[in-house]
């Protein structure tokens, strides 16, 4: 008996007490015993009631995906995606809005020769000049005379053409402008090339740079024209933008835009080849490219489900589980919607950069159910079906739900980024982790248990694999099975010869559908006795569950013995003598192949990571080369990230190689220079009057030409040199005081009435007036900048804006361009990426402390997630990848994957006791087969998008590829060999039988 002390042994002595383990090794053990306890009762109620599971949960799924169709919104606005709240930027394009109103669109069109355009002279003489500038005025004229339709409104050029003011004609720019765009003087024009060697002017007299109109332009040192490869012609658009189907563009310049690309696209003269370079067909060009790749993706998709289906599958028709890969994706398919609908309730819009969150949810979702069934294979396949998926849920569920739980905080750490769209994917992705785990450990694990059914039946022999549509368990199935074999547990002829005597029948009856049939004997009641019978049981060893007793059947005679067959393979049984019970398996046999199926027998990948991996990995000299090997490549990913640099070629990445309007991108940058950024330099309304700004207004003038990001063709165009010009000619010349207007009225007059002289109408809308025409509140100063990458965009937004505080800080002088939007997301996306990866970083630590319960082992996942984004960001480099918003969204979703697979391994070493070589081998035993799986089908479904041909799909293709990769290796070579030397302890290690 227990004595004072603690107790004391038979002869006296008292026991070693154990030592009382410490609060974090207590609380390690509670963690994980609290975890695996609720999954087990969790899967108990499952098990239970799996029908009113199913049901449960696809009312939830209506419920929550409802959103989709009552609260559906789409956010498809660039600025409101990507450019960071607060950005300078957004606050300069409401004011700029606001005081001159929405800027107009540029159409470019461009004409090169149809043969060896980089090379062809289209002005060689006069003959050559004039028969290409007839065609390209061809051009011109299909453009004025084609119409498109909005809505059953006919859109014209003339109705979507710019203006300055209402009475003036369309802003446009062309070496056409040398004969007004009439084809008559054209024709009439015998030297074509002297003609254009004269100033040209447009519409409003304005001098036009003949380097903005000729492409590939070489002079004589006269200034004469010597060559020329391509004609230009700009056209100016209107841009009267409205909310539509979640973008913002005025939809009938879209019209326009869309038609004036299909009528040149198919232009079919012979001398010229007309290309159009515009947001618009780009934009179209770009849409039309992610359908088709998302063809690919579905592709993808396809391949995750056949993959699945082969690895759940089972050479036997009781064993085999391919159906449930369909019931995982079903469950799947629920959290998308279920995600998607639930977002869109709490008022985010849906957007492009989401479209990826669904491969996401396939990729993780399928992991689970991987580790599920791989559960399911190792947990003793003779319990009843109940107590065995409590006991897969028991394991399994702690291990999704520690990588489910890191996986939805790091997209949740995600979220604090200013950036909309990082934001919105974000969200999307931490609901879609959420739900995808919620209906695997409900309504997935429901059909296990209605498939753990089946598997019982069809091992007892009902037919159709024990699927109950159109079939029912018989005693001819029964007797079937039993036939295929010569007395499987010999159990009839041993007890025959042992009681040869005895009036025995051999009959069989359905069993109990949680449990296998078991094998009884059952005795009636004796002439003398009016009890009724007794059987004893016959059942194999492992389990004494009272669920698995076969119900007694009503005996036919005095004395009865009932055998039923039991799934033990050369397992002694109970009551009976070991060489009895030596019979061959009762699974039943193959679906390919002869004899019987061995349900133990562990899967080709179970070894290669189980078995083969460790026996090299725990090795000394395999460590020495997975250390070498870890050297080698965070040698080249740390090269790689130092040589990292940021840029978006929207153009040229997102319209498909060897495509038309591709051609056209390609010869603008070859001839025209590129693609030139237009900005502003506007001036506020000042507290004095712009007469005493007057030095402030020609310095700003001065240095915006000076500025190293600004291009000298085309010309800055500055109102305030042109007023300045015209003062000495204009009838006030006998009025000015040292060449300027003598008091701020007649400063103020004079400007109005300079912009309606014809010198003055190309600076129409340069200078704003108060309400009452009496002094100027604002003004603005057009250039264009170089041709930039996106790093070197971030310092000439930089430049320009310092300059323009500067210079003019006394009229609160800005700088702004359209594109600056960009720039400005471009300036936060490294720093926003890095901010975002340390705070997942953070979160993930954090999260598998609690849940690991281990500060060592949750170190080392953190240690792994690291490297792994260190080989990420350098594989970016080699692979040419830049920095930008595209790639940024790649960065966060990389951090979900590269977490899960090293928690899994780090959940099964704390799991596992022993030596910590052993421990890692159990570690790799239990989950890394699974984890395997789950990266193959990955790699499978990704590798469809290594043809897709837009950038985006390019670029998730490596990136997912990387992260996939260097995520399994980490996880499954790097991490255990580290956590044997580390040495966490595990769960089990330290406690008294009491703790």
Same mark, same amino acid.
């Given at each position: 008996m227990a004595g004072k002390g603690g107790g004391a042994a038979g002869n006296g002595q008292a026991l070693p007490q154990a030592p009382r383990p410490s609060f974090l090794r207590r609380l390690s053990t509670a963690v994980d015993r609290g975890i695996s306890t609720f999954f087990y009762r969790e899967a108990s109620v499952v098990a239970a009631?799996?029908?009113?599971?199913?049901?449960?949960?696809?009312?939830?799924?209506?419920?929550?995906?409802?959103?989709?169709?009552?609260?559906?919104? @789409? *956010?498809?606005?660039?600025?409101?995606?990507?450019?960071?709240?607060?950005?300078?930027?957004?606050?300069?394009?409401?004011?700029?809005?606001?005081?001159?109103?929405?800027?107009p669109l540029e159409d470019r069109v461009l004409a090169v020769s149809r043969r060896n355009w980089k090379r062809t002279n289209l002005l060689h003489d006069n003959e050559v000049a004039k028969k290409n500038l007839v065609e390209f005025m061809r051009v011109w004229e299909t453009i004025a005379n084609s119409s498109s339709s909005y809505n059953g409104e006919n859109v014209t050029y003339e109705s979507v053409c710019w203006r300055p003011l209402p009475v003036l004609p369309c802003?446009?720019?062309?070496?056409?402008?040398?004969?007004?765009?009439?084809?008559?003087?054209?024709?009439?024009?015998?030297?074509?090339?002297?003609?254009?060697?004269?100033?040209?002017?447009?519409?409003?007299?304005?001098?036009? &740079?003949?380097?903005?109109?000729?492409?590939?332009?070489?002079? #004589?040192?006269?200034?004469?024209?010597?060559?020329?490869k391509g004609f230009q012609l700009v056209l100016s658009l209107m841009d009267n933008k409205e909310e539509i189907d979640g973008e913002t563009y005025d939809p009938r310049t879209s019209a326009f835009d869309q038609h004036l690309v299909d009528i040149l696209q198919g232009w079919e003269k012979s001398r010229l080849r007309p290309y159009v370079t515009n947001k618009h067909a780009v934009d179209r060009a770009s849409d039309e490219l992610i359908q088709k790749d998302i063809v690919k993706l579905a592709t993808g998709y396809f391949i995750i489900v056949i993959y699945g289906a082969f690895i759940l599958?089972?050479?036997?028709?009781?064993? %085999?589980?391919?159906?449930?890969?369909?019931?995982?994706?079903?469950?799947?398919?629920?959290?998308? =919607?279920?995600? !998607?609908?639930?977002?869109?309730?709490?008022?985010?819009?849906?957007?492009?950069?989401?479209?990826?969150?669904?491969?996401?949810?396939?990729?993780?979702?399928?992991?689970?159910?991987?580790?599920?069934?791989?559960?399911?294979?190792?947990?003793?396949?003779?319990?009843?079906?109940?107590?065995?998926?409590?006991?897969?849920?028991?394991?399994?569920?702690?291990?999704?739900? =520690?990588?489910?739980?890191?996986?939805?905080?790091?997209?949740? /750490?995600?979220? #604090?980024?200013?950036?909309?769209g990082i934001q919105t994917f974000c969200v999307f992705a931490a609901f879609g982790i959420f739900f995808d785990f919620l209906y695997q450990v409900t309504f997935f694990v429901a059909f296990v248990v209605l498939d753990g059914r089946r598997e019982v039946r069809a091992r007892n022999g009902a037919s159709c694999a024990g699927f109950q549509c159109g079939c029912s368990q018989t005693n001819h199935d029964i007797e079937r099975v039993v036939a295929q074999f010569d007395d499987?547990?010999?159990?009839?002829?041993?007890?025959?010869?042992?009681?040869?005597?005895?009036?025995?029948?051999?009959?069989?009856?359905?069993?109990?559908?949680?449990?296998?049939?078991?094998?009884?004997?059952?005795?009636?009641?004796? /002439?003398?006795?009016?009890?009724?019978?007794?059987?004893?049981?016959?059942?194999?060893? &492992?389990?004494?569950?009272?669920?698995?007793?076969?119900?007694?059947?009503?005996?036919?005679?005095?004395?009865?013995?009932?055998?039923?067959?039991? *799934?033990?393979?050369?397992?002694?049984?109970?009551?009976?003598?070991?060489? @009895?019970?030596?019979?061959?398996?009762?699974?039943? %046999?193959?679906?390919?192949?002869?004899?019987? #199926?061995?349900?133990?027998?562990?899967?080709?990948?179970?070894?290669?990571?189980?078995?083969?991996?460790?026996?090299?990995?725990?090795?000394?000299?395999?460590?020495? $080369?997975?250390?070498?090997? *870890?050297?080698?490549?965070?040698?080249? /990913? $740390?090269?790689?990230?130092?040589?990292?640099?940021? &840029?978006?070629?929207?153009?040229?990445?997102?319209?498909?190689?060897?495509?038309?309007?591709?051609?056209?991108?390609?010869? *603008?940058?070859?001839? !025209? +220079?590129?693609?030139?950024?237009?900005?502003?330099?506007?001036?506020?309304?000042?507290?004095?009057?712009?007469?005493?700004?007057?030095?402030?207004?020609?310095?700003?003038?001065?240095?915006?030409?000076?500025?190293?990001?600004?291009?000298?063709?085309?010309p800055v165009v500055d109102w305030y040199d042109g007023f300045m010009a015209w003062l000495p000619n204009s009838p006030h010349n006998a009025s000015l005081v040292r060449g300027r207007a003598p008091d701020a009225p007649s400063f103020n007059n004079w400007v109005q009435e300079f912009l309606t002289t014809p010198a003055g109408r190309p600076y129409y809308g340069f200078v704003i007036m108060d309400d009452a025409n009496e002094r100027i509140i604002s003004s603005r100063i057009e250039g264009y900048t170089k041709a930039t990458a996106a790093h070197d965009a971030v310092s000439m937004v930089k430049s320009l804006r310092d300059m323009a505080g500067r210079v003019a800080g006394s009229l609160d002088a800005i700088a702004?361009?359209?594109?600056?939007?960009? #720039?400005?997301?471009?300036?936060?996306?490294?720093?926003?990426?890095?901010?975002?990866?340390?705070?997942? +970083?953070?979160?993930?630590?954090?999260?598998?402390?609690?849940?690991?319960?281990?500060?060592?082992?949750?170190?080392?996942?953190?240690?792994?997630?690291?490297?792994?984004?260190?080989?990420?960001?350098?594989? @970016?480099?080699?692979?040419?990848?830049?920095? %930008?918003? $595209?790639?940024?969204?790649?960065l966060i979703l990389s951090v979900g994957i590269a977490v899960d697979y090293a928690t899994h391994v780090a959940h099964s070493f704390l799991s596992v006791s022993g030596q910590p070589r052993e421990r890692a081998r159990g570690a790799l035993d239990h989950i890394g087969g699974e984890v395997l799986a789950g990266a193959v089908t990955t790699w499978l479904a990704i590798a469809i998008m290594y043809f897709g041909e837009h950038y985006i799909f390019r670029v998730f293709f490596v990136m997912f590829l990387t992260t996939v990769s260097a995520a399994v290796w980490h996880g499954l070579v790097v991490l255990p060999i580290l956590l044997t030397w580390i040495r966490p302890r595990a769960y089990s290690d330290g406690l008294s039988p009491a703790h």
């Amino acid at each position: 008996m227990a004595g004072k002390g603690g107790g004391a042994a038979g002869n006296g002595q008292a026991l070693p007490q154990a030592p009382r383990p410490s609060f974090l090794r207590r609380l390690s053990t509670a963690v994980d015993r609290g975890i695996s306890t609720f999954f087990y009762r969790e899967a108990s109620v499952v098990a239970a009631y799996p029908y009113a599971t199913i049901v449960v949960t696809l009312l939830l799924a209506a419920a929550c995906g409802s959103g989709l169709y009552f609260s559906m919104s @789409m *956010e498809l606005d660039d600025v409101d995606l990507y450019t960071p709240r607060g950005a300078q930027s957004l606050k300069d394009i409401d004011y700029v809005l606001d005081t001159y109103g929405t800027p107009p669109l540029e159409d470019r069109v461009l004409a090169v020769s149809r043969r060896n355009w980089k090379r062809t002279n289209l002005l060689h003489d006069n003959e050559v000049a004039k028969k290409n500038l007839v065609e390209f005025m061809r051009v011109w004229e299909t453009i004025a005379n084609s119409s498109s339709s909005y809505n059953g409104e006919n859109v014209t050029y003339e109705s979507v053409c710019w203006r300055p003011l209402p009475v003036l004609p369309c802003k446009r720019e062309s070496v056409l402008d040398a004969w007004n765009y009439d084809m008559e003087k054209l024709l009439a024009d015998d030297d074509p090339i002297a003609t254009l060697n004269k100033d040209i002017r447009d519409s409003y007299g304005r001098i036009i &740079d003949k380097g903005l109109l000729l492409g590939g332009l070489k002079t #004589y040192r006269n200034g004469e024209i010597k060559s020329a490869k391509g004609f230009q012609l700009v056209l100016s658009l209107m841009d009267n933008k409205e909310e539509i189907d979640g973008e913002t563009y005025d939809p009938r310049t879209s019209a326009f835009d869309q038609h004036l690309v299909d009528i040149l696209q198919g232009w079919e003269k012979s001398r010229l080849r007309p290309y159009v370079t515009n947001k618009h067909a780009v934009d179209r060009a770009s849409d039309e490219l992610i359908q088709k790749d998302i063809v690919k993706l579905a592709t993808g998709y396809f391949i995750i489900v056949i993959y699945g289906a082969f690895i759940l599958f089972r050479n036997s028709p009781a064993f %085999n589980k391919s159906h449930l890969m369909l019931v995982s994706v079903v469950s799947i398919l629920m959290a998308i =919607v279920s995600a !998607f609908g639930a977002v869109l309730w709490l008022g985010f819009d849906y957007n492009l950069v989401t479209a990826t969150i669904p491969f996401l949810m396939f990729g993780l979702g399928t992991d689970d159910t991987f580790v599920i069934m791989g559960a399911y294979q190792q947990v003793d396949i003779d319990l009843p079906v109940a107590e065995r998926v409590a006991l897969v849920m028991g394991r399994a569920g702690s291990s999704i739900f =520690v990588t489910s739980l890191t996986d939805c905080i790091a997209f949740i /750490a995600g979220t #604090y980024t200013s950036i909309a769209g990082i934001q919105t994917f974000c969200v999307f992705a931490a609901f879609g982790i959420f739900f995808d785990f919620l209906y695997q450990v409900t309504f997935f694990v429901a059909f296990v248990v209605l498939d753990g059914r089946r598997e019982v039946r069809a091992r007892n022999g009902a037919s159709c694999a024990g699927f109950q549509c159109g079939c029912s368990q018989t005693n001819h199935d029964i007797e079937r099975v039993v036939a295929q074999f010569d007395d499987p547990l010999g159990i009839v002829r041993k007890m025959t010869e042992k009681a040869p005597k005895l009036d025995t029948t051999f009959s069989f009856t359905e069993n109990h559908v949680d449990a296998p049939i078991g094998v009884a004997m059952c005795r009636s009641p004796s /002439a003398t006795s009016q009890s009724s019978a007794s059987c004893s049981e016959i059942q194999s060893s &492992d389990s004494d569950d009272s669920a698995r007793r076969p119900a007694p059947v009503q005996p036919k005679a005095a004395k009865v013995m009932q055998i039923t067959i039991s *799934e033990a393979t050369a397992k002694q049984i109970p009551g009976i003598p070991h060489s @009895m019970s030596t019979g061959a398996p009762i699974w039943g %046999n193959k679906i390919f192949g002869s004899g019987p #199926y061995d349900p133990h027998k562990l899967p080709l990948r179970q070894k290669i990571v189980g078995t083969w991996l460790p026996n090299f990995t725990m090795h000394p000299l395999g460590q020495a $080369v997975v250390v070498l090997l *870890e050297v080698a490549l965070m040698g080249a /990913a $740390v090269y790689g990230c130092t040589k990292l640099t940021m &840029d978006l070629k929207y153009q040229e990445w997102f319209t498909p190689k060897g495509t038309w309007i591709y051609d056209g991108y390609r010869v *603008e940058g070859k001839i !025209f +220079g590129g693609t030139r950024d237009q900005f502003d330099i506007f001036t506020k309304e000042a507290e004095e009057d712009y007469f005493y700004h007057q030095k402030e207004l020609r310095r700003l003038g001065e240095a915006t030409r000076n500025n190293p990001y600004v291009v000298s063709y085309p010309p800055v165009v500055d109102w305030y040199d042109g007023f300045m010009a015209w003062l000495p000619n204009s009838p006030h010349n006998a009025s000015l005081v040292r060449g300027r207007a003598p008091d701020a009225p007649s400063f103020n007059n004079w400007v109005q009435e300079f912009l309606t002289t014809p010198a003055g109408r190309p600076y129409y809308g340069f200078v704003i007036m108060d309400d009452a025409n009496e002094r100027i509140i604002s003004s603005r100063i057009e250039g264009y900048t170089k041709a930039t990458a996106a790093h070197d965009a971030v310092s000439m937004v930089k430049s320009l804006r310092d300059m323009a505080g500067r210079v003019a800080g006394s009229l609160d002088a800005i700088a702004f361009g359209y594109n600056f939007v960009f #720039y400005d997301g471009f300036a936060v996306v490294v720093e926003e990426s890095v901010r975002n990866l340390l705070s997942a +970083g953070l979160a993930i630590f954090l999260v598998t402390v609690v849940t690991l319960a281990n500060v060592t082992a949750s170190l080392a996942v953190l240690f792994m997630v690291a490297l792994t984004e260190v080989v990420l960001l350098g594989t @970016m480099y080699w692979a040419g990848i830049t920095f %930008n918003m $595209v790639s940024a969204v790649n960065l966060i979703l990389s951090v979900g994957i590269a977490v899960d697979y090293a928690t899994h391994v780090a959940h099964s070493f704390l799991s596992v006791s022993g030596q910590p070589r052993e421990r890692a081998r159990g570690a790799l035993d239990h989950i890394g087969g699974e984890v395997l799986a789950g990266a193959v089908t990955t790699w499978l479904a990704i590798a469809i998008m290594y043809f897709g041909e837009h950038y985006i799909f390019r670029v998730f293709f490596v990136m997912f590829l990387t992260t996939v990769s260097a995520a399994v290796w980490h996880g499954l070579v790097v991490l255990p060999i580290l956590l044997t030397w580390i040495r966490p302890r595990a769960y089990s290690d330290g406690l008294s039988p009491a703790h």
